[in-house]
C-alpha cells in the first residue's frame, strides 16, 4: 500500500518528540505537511526537520496547509476546542491522552465525532493511550492468554519516576494546575498503568485509595497507594509517585498467576520482560527489551492502517474513557474513604 497519510503535528512540545520518532522508526506511511504551535520556534523545529510548514494555530494550518489528519498533544484543558475544530474540517484525529479532563468534556468530544461522521463519513477518531502498543505489555498479554502463568491472581503496578524535567520545561506549567490537567498524576502518566491491568484483568469495577502530594508545586497528587477490583472479583494494586528525589529502580509490573508470574522490568528505552514459572524457576528474558519508548511508533503506525485501510484500530476511542473514570474514581475514593464505582 503506497498511500501516505499527511498529518499535521498539533502541539510541538515534550511528547511530539516520542511521537516524530516513533513515525520515522515504524510508519513510513506518514508525511509530516504541517508543525503547529503558539511557540513558532517549536513549530519551525519540526517544520524544518520533517520539511512541513509551520504555523502558530490549527484554524490558520486548517487554511492554508494540506493535511488529511491531526495529532493533537496539547495540554489536556485545549483538547476539546482543539479535537472539535478537527472534526468539524473533517479531519482524521489522533488525540493524546486523556481525551479530556472531565466525562463532560468526553462526551462533547464523542458527540462532535458521531456528528462529524454524519458528514464526513469514515471519520477516524483515536486517542493516544501508546500503553496498548507497549510491546512488553502486549507480549505480556501473549503470554498470559498463552496461559504461561496460570490464571491471574493478582497484579502490581507501580509507577515512579523523579520530576521529569519536561513538566516544568514550558514556562505556564500547566501540569502543575489542577484546573488545567484535570488531577496529578493519576489522570496523567497514570493511565499508562491503567490500562495495562484492564488489557490483562478486564474491565474495572471500583477503586480504593489515599492520595498525596510530595510535590508542593503540583496542585494534584503526585502519589496515589490504590487498589482496583476488577469485575471479575479480582484485585491488583495500582501505586504511582513522583518526587524530586532519587528512586531506586523498580519493577514496573508484577503478574502473579496459579503457575507463575511475570516481572516488567523498569524502562522506558528498555524493561526487559521476565517470566518465571516451573520451566523457568530462575526467570526467563523473553525478548529483547524495547520499552516504553517503543510505544509510540506502533500507535501511530496502527493510526494510519486505520485511516488509509479502514482497518479496525487496536482499541476504540471510547475505551479510553476507562482509565480516566478510574482516576476521577479514585479522587472520590480519596474523598469518601470508601470503595467508589469507576462506571457508575
Ligand atoms: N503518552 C505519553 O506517554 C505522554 C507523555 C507526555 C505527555 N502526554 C500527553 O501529551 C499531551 C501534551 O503533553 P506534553 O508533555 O507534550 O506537553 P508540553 O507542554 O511539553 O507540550 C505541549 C505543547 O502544546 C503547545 N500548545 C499549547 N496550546 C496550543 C494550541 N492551541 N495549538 C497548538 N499547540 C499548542 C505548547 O506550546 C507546547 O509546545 C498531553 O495530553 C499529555 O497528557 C502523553
Redesign the pocket.
Given at each position: 500500500m503506497t498511500a501516505k497519510l499527511k498529518l499535521a503535528l498539533?502541539?510541538?512540545?515534550?511528547?511530539?518528540r516520542y511521537h516524530l520518532d516513533g513515525i520515522n522508526k515504524y510508519a513510513p506511511r506518514i508525511e509530516i505537511t504541517a508543525a503547529?504551535?503558539?511557540?513558532m520556534s517549536?513549530a519551525e523545529g519540526y517544520a524544518a526537520e520533517t520539511g512541513a510548514i509551520a504555523f502558530p494555530?490549527?484554524a490558520q494550518a486548517l487554511q492554508h496547509a494540506d493535511f488529511d489528519a491531526v495529532d493533537i498533544?496539547?495540554?489536556?484543558h485545549?483538547h476539546e476546542e482543539?479535537v472539535i475544530m478537527a472534526f468539524a474540517a473533517g479531519k482524521h484525529v489522533l488525540l493524546?491522552?486523556p481525551m479530556a479532563p472531565t466525562i463532560d468534556a468526553c462526551q462533547r468530544i464523542l458527540d462532535a465525532a458521531a456528528q462529524a461522521r454524519t458528514q464526513f463519513p469514515g471519520l477516524v477518531f483515536m486517542v493516544?493511550e501508546?500503553a496498548q502498543y507497549w510491546p512488553e505489555i502486549v507480549l505480556a498479554k501473549e503470554l498470559i492468554d498463552e496461559g504461561a502463568i496460570g490464571d491471574i491472581i493478582t497484579a502490581r503496578a507501580s509507577f515512579a519516576m523523579e520530576l521529569p524535567p519536561?513538566f516544568f520545561?514550558?514556562e505556564t506549567a500547566?501540569r502543575f494546575s489542577k484546573a488545567k490537567a484535570g488531577g496529578g498524576i493519576a489522570i496523567?502518566g497514570g493511565s499508562?498503568w491503567i490500562r495495562p491491568l484492564r488489557m490483562w484483568m478486564g474491565e474495572i469495577k471500583e477503586v480504593m485509595g489515599v492520595l498525596g502530594n510530595p510535590l508542593p508545586q503540583m496542585e494534584g497528587e503526585s502519589m496515589v497507594r490504590s487498589l482496583v477490583r476488577f469485575e471479575s472479583g479480582k484485585v491488583a494494586t495500582f501505586e504511582a509517585l513522583m518526587a524530586e528525589a532519587v528512586m531506586a529502580p523498580q519493577p514496573w509490573w508484577r503478574i502473579n498467576g496459579t503457575k507463575g508470574e511475570i516481572v516488567i522490568e523498569e524502562g522506558l528505552e528498555n524493561g526487559a520482560l521476565l517470566l518465571y514459572n516451573a520451566e523457568n524457576r530462575n526467570g526467563l528474558r523473553v525478548a529483547e527489551p524495547l520499552g516504553y519508548a517503543n510505544s509510540f511508533g506502533p500507535e501511530l503506525r496502527d493510526f494510519a492502517h486505520v485511516v488509509l485501510d479502514g482497518a479496525e484500530p487496536a482499541a476504540d476511542a471510547a475505551y479510553a474513557l476507562g482509565e480516566l473514570r478510574t482516576a476521577l474514581a479514585l479522587y472520590r475514593s480519596a474523598e469518601s474513604g470508601q470503595w467508589e464505582s469507576v462506571w457508575d
Open positions: 498539533v502541539g510541538c512540545g515534550a511528547i511530539a503547529i504551535d503558539p511557540d517549536r494555530t490549527l498533544m496539547v495540554p489536556h485545549l482543539l493524546e491522552k493516544a501508546n519536561y520545561e514550558d500547566w496523567d499508562h
